[in-house]
Protein backbone atom coordinates (compact mmCIF):
# COMPACT_ATOMS: atom_id res chain seq x y z
CA UNK A 1 0.00 0.00 0.00
CA UNK A 2 1.75 3.29 -1.08
CA UNK A 3 2.11 6.34 1.19
CA UNK A 4 0.76 9.64 0.46
CA UNK A 5 2.38 11.06 -2.81
CA UNK A 6 2.86 14.54 -3.80
CA UNK A 7 4.61 15.84 -6.42
CA UNK A 8 6.14 17.70 -7.46
CA UNK A 9 8.73 17.54 -5.15
CA UNK A 10 10.69 20.82 -5.69
CA UNK A 11 8.91 23.08 -7.92
CA UNK A 12 10.55 26.58 -8.54
CA UNK A 13 8.45 29.35 -9.78
CA UNK A 14 8.97 33.12 -10.84
CA UNK A 15 6.81 35.62 -8.71
CA UNK A 16 3.26 35.94 -10.96
CA UNK A 17 3.60 32.57 -12.26
CA UNK A 18 1.15 29.71 -10.90
CA UNK A 19 1.90 26.89 -8.58
CA UNK A 20 0.37 23.29 -8.57
CA UNK A 21 0.73 21.19 -6.22
CA UNK A 22 -0.66 17.46 -6.22
CA UNK A 23 -1.47 14.93 -3.27
CA UNK A 24 -2.70 11.36 -3.78
CA UNK A 25 -3.58 10.34 -0.18
CA UNK A 26 -3.30 6.66 0.75
CA UNK A 27 -5.70 3.81 -0.79
CA UNK A 28 -9.09 3.93 0.96
CA UNK A 29 -8.48 7.23 2.23
CA UNK A 30 -10.81 10.29 1.70
CA UNK A 31 -9.64 13.05 3.66
CA UNK A 32 -7.10 15.26 2.52
CA UNK A 33 -5.77 17.74 4.59
CA UNK A 34 -2.83 20.70 3.87
CA UNK A 35 -0.16 22.43 5.64
CA UNK A 36 2.53 24.72 4.92
CA UNK A 37 5.57 25.10 6.92
CA UNK A 38 7.59 28.37 6.25
CA UNK A 39 11.00 27.92 7.31
CA UNK A 40 12.20 27.42 10.60
CA UNK A 41 8.51 27.42 11.70
CA UNK A 42 6.11 24.59 12.40
CA UNK A 43 3.65 23.86 10.19
CA UNK A 44 0.60 25.47 10.11
CA UNK A 45 -2.60 23.84 8.83
CA UNK A 46 -4.11 25.73 5.58
CA UNK A 47 -7.28 23.43 4.20
CA UNK A 48 -9.33 19.86 5.04
CA UNK A 49 -11.18 18.42 2.10
CA UNK A 50 -13.66 15.41 1.40
CA UNK A 51 -14.04 14.31 -2.10
CA UNK A 52 -15.63 16.82 -3.97
CA UNK A 53 -15.99 18.85 -0.94
CA UNK A 54 -13.84 21.36 1.53
CA UNK A 55 -15.06 21.06 5.03
CA UNK A 56 -12.84 23.68 6.40
CA UNK A 57 -10.69 26.45 4.76
CA UNK A 58 -10.08 28.67 7.73
CA UNK A 59 -6.09 28.53 7.59
CA UNK A 60 -6.37 29.04 3.34
CA UNK A 61 -4.91 32.76 2.79
CA UNK A 62 -8.26 34.67 1.21
CA UNK A 63 -6.60 35.41 -1.61
CA UNK A 64 -4.57 33.81 -4.69
CA UNK A 65 -5.04 29.96 -2.77
CA UNK A 66 -7.35 27.55 -3.83
CA UNK A 67 -7.96 23.78 -3.13
CA UNK A 68 -9.63 20.63 -4.91
CA UNK A 69 -10.39 17.19 -4.01
CA UNK A 70 -12.29 15.42 -6.88
CA UNK A 71 -14.41 12.68 -7.34
CA UNK A 72 -11.33 11.02 -9.82
CA UNK A 73 -7.52 11.95 -8.96
CA UNK A 74 -5.44 13.99 -7.06
CA UNK A 75 -6.16 16.69 -4.68
CA UNK A 76 -4.75 20.16 -5.70
CA UNK A 77 -3.08 23.29 -4.30
CA UNK A 78 -3.34 26.03 -6.26
CA UNK A 79 -1.35 29.03 -5.87
CA UNK A 80 -1.94 31.87 -8.10
CA UNK A 81 0.33 34.85 -8.95
CA UNK A 82 3.00 33.27 -6.13
CA UNK A 83 4.99 35.66 -4.41
CA UNK A 84 8.36 35.43 -2.45
CA UNK A 85 6.17 35.02 0.53
CA UNK A 86 5.01 31.76 -0.58
CA UNK A 87 8.08 29.73 -0.03
CA UNK A 88 7.73 26.75 2.02
CA UNK A 89 6.96 23.68 1.70
CA UNK A 90 3.84 22.19 1.22
CA UNK A 91 2.53 19.11 3.23
CA UNK A 92 -0.37 16.94 2.05
CA UNK A 93 -1.54 14.63 5.21
CA UNK A 94 -5.27 11.73 4.32
CA UNK A 95 -7.13 9.88 6.32
CA UNK A 96 -9.83 7.56 7.00
CA UNK A 97 -13.33 8.62 8.22
CA UNK A 98 -13.19 6.70 10.82
CA UNK A 99 -14.30 8.51 14.94
CA UNK A 100 -12.09 5.78 16.40
CA UNK A 101 -8.75 6.23 14.08
CA UNK A 102 -7.80 9.00 12.71
CA UNK A 103 -4.55 9.30 12.31
CA UNK A 104 -3.02 11.31 9.64
CA UNK A 105 -0.36 10.01 7.28
CA UNK A 106 1.47 12.14 5.72
CA UNK A 107 3.44 13.06 2.41
CA UNK A 108 7.07 14.05 2.01
CA UNK A 109 5.90 17.37 0.72
CA UNK A 110 6.64 20.05 -2.12
CA UNK A 111 9.09 22.70 -1.37
CA UNK A 112 7.90 25.36 -3.33
CA UNK A 113 10.70 28.21 -3.83
CA UNK A 114 9.69 31.88 -5.62
CA UNK A 115 12.47 33.50 -7.29
CA UNK B 1 -7.78 22.89 21.13
CA UNK B 2 -5.74 23.06 24.51
CA UNK B 3 -2.51 24.32 23.93
CA UNK B 4 0.93 22.96 24.74
CA UNK B 5 4.00 23.67 26.55
CA UNK B 6 7.20 22.16 25.17
CA UNK B 7 11.21 22.68 26.24
CA UNK B 8 12.77 23.78 22.31
CA UNK B 9 15.19 21.49 22.70
CA UNK B 10 16.69 18.44 24.59
CA UNK B 11 20.01 15.97 23.77
CA UNK B 12 20.14 12.23 24.35
CA UNK B 13 22.47 9.57 24.52
CA UNK B 14 22.61 7.11 21.93
CA UNK B 15 21.07 3.51 23.35
CA UNK B 16 19.37 5.53 26.84
CA UNK B 17 15.77 6.81 26.85
CA UNK B 18 14.63 9.52 25.70
CA UNK B 19 11.92 11.18 27.96
CA UNK B 20 10.42 14.54 26.21
CA UNK B 21 7.72 16.38 28.99
CA UNK B 22 4.87 18.25 27.43
CA UNK B 23 2.21 20.63 29.34
CA UNK B 24 -1.61 20.56 28.58
CA UNK B 25 -2.54 22.28 31.61
CA UNK B 26 -6.16 23.49 29.98
CA UNK B 27 -7.12 19.92 27.93
CA UNK B 28 -10.67 18.81 28.41
CA UNK B 29 -12.32 15.60 29.10
CA UNK B 30 -12.96 14.73 25.51
CA UNK B 31 -9.43 15.92 24.11
CA UNK B 32 -6.42 13.09 23.27
CA UNK B 33 -2.75 13.84 23.69
CA UNK B 34 -1.02 13.02 20.21
CA UNK B 35 3.16 13.06 19.18
CA UNK B 36 4.40 13.38 16.44
CA UNK B 37 7.86 14.00 14.92
CA UNK B 38 9.58 15.46 12.05
CA UNK B 39 12.58 14.26 10.79
CA UNK B 40 14.30 16.92 8.93
CA UNK B 41 12.88 17.65 5.53
CA UNK B 42 10.30 14.18 6.13
CA UNK B 43 6.48 15.28 6.56
CA UNK B 44 5.75 14.87 9.92
CA UNK B 45 5.26 11.16 11.47
CA UNK B 46 2.82 9.77 13.72
CA UNK B 47 4.04 8.09 17.11
CA UNK B 48 1.45 7.58 19.48
CA UNK B 49 -1.65 8.90 21.08
CA UNK B 50 -3.83 8.52 24.22
CA UNK B 51 -6.83 9.81 26.57
CA UNK B 52 -5.87 8.81 29.90
CA UNK B 53 -4.10 5.48 30.22
CA UNK B 54 -0.64 5.02 29.57
CA UNK B 55 -0.09 3.70 25.67
CA UNK B 56 2.64 1.81 24.67
CA UNK B 57 3.29 0.62 20.92
CA UNK B 58 6.46 -0.29 19.02
CA UNK B 59 7.60 3.54 18.49
CA UNK B 60 7.24 4.80 21.91
CA UNK B 61 5.23 4.74 25.50
CA UNK B 62 3.02 7.54 26.45
CA UNK B 63 2.93 8.29 30.05
CA UNK B 64 -0.10 10.68 31.29
CA UNK B 65 -0.86 11.85 34.52
CA UNK B 66 -3.70 11.43 36.53
CA UNK B 67 -4.95 14.70 36.69
CA UNK B 68 -3.97 14.55 32.47
CA UNK B 69 -2.47 18.16 32.62
CA UNK B 70 1.09 16.89 31.36
CA UNK B 71 2.55 13.80 29.65
CA UNK B 72 5.69 12.35 28.80
CA UNK B 73 6.88 10.78 25.28
CA UNK B 74 10.11 7.91 26.12
CA UNK B 75 11.89 6.27 23.38
CA UNK B 76 12.91 3.46 25.24
CA UNK B 77 16.43 3.22 23.42
CA UNK B 78 17.28 6.37 21.65
CA UNK B 79 18.66 6.25 18.18
CA UNK B 80 20.85 8.57 15.64
CA UNK B 81 17.60 8.17 13.74
CA UNK B 82 15.42 9.42 16.43
CA UNK B 83 16.77 13.25 16.09
CA UNK B 84 13.66 14.93 14.79
CA UNK B 85 11.04 17.74 16.17
CA UNK B 86 8.58 15.81 18.53
CA UNK B 87 5.52 17.75 18.33
CA UNK B 88 2.98 17.36 21.19
CA UNK B 89 -0.70 17.98 19.72
CA UNK B 90 -4.29 18.07 22.03
CA UNK B 91 -7.24 17.73 19.83
CA UNK B 92 -10.82 16.66 20.12
CA UNK B 93 -11.38 13.00 18.12
CA UNK B 94 -14.62 14.22 15.84
CA UNK B 95 -16.42 13.91 12.77
CA UNK B 96 -15.94 17.46 11.76
CA UNK B 97 -11.80 17.05 11.08
CA UNK B 98 -9.26 17.14 13.01
CA UNK B 99 -6.89 19.12 11.80
CA UNK B 100 -3.67 19.29 13.56
CA UNK B 101 -2.29 22.34 15.97
CA UNK B 102 1.60 22.22 15.57
CA UNK B 103 3.55 23.82 17.83
CA UNK B 104 7.37 24.46 18.52
CA UNK B 105 8.06 21.49 19.53
CA UNK B 106 10.90 19.66 21.34
CA UNK B 107 13.73 19.67 18.99
CA UNK B 108 15.60 16.05 20.43
CA UNK B 109 19.10 15.34 19.83
CA UNK B 110 20.56 12.34 20.19
CA UNK B 111 24.06 12.21 20.36
CA UNK B 112 26.82 8.62 19.65
Known amino acids: NAGVMQNPRHLVRRRGQEARLRCSPM?????VYWYRQLPEEGLKFMVY????????ESGMPKERFSAEFPKEGPSILRIQQVVRGDSAAYFC?????????????FGPGTRLTVL | DAKTTQPPSMDCAEGRAANLPCNHS???????VYWYRQIHSQGPQYIIH???NNETNEMASLIITEDRKSSTLILPHATLRDTAVYYC?????????????FGGGTRLMVKP
Open chain 1, 93 to 105: ASSVRDLTYNEQF
Open chain 1, 27 to 31: KGHSH
Open chain 1, 49 to 56: LQKENIID
Open chain 2, 26 to 32: TISGNEY
Open chain 2, 50 to 52: GLK
Open chain 2, 89 to 101: IVLKRNNAGNMLT
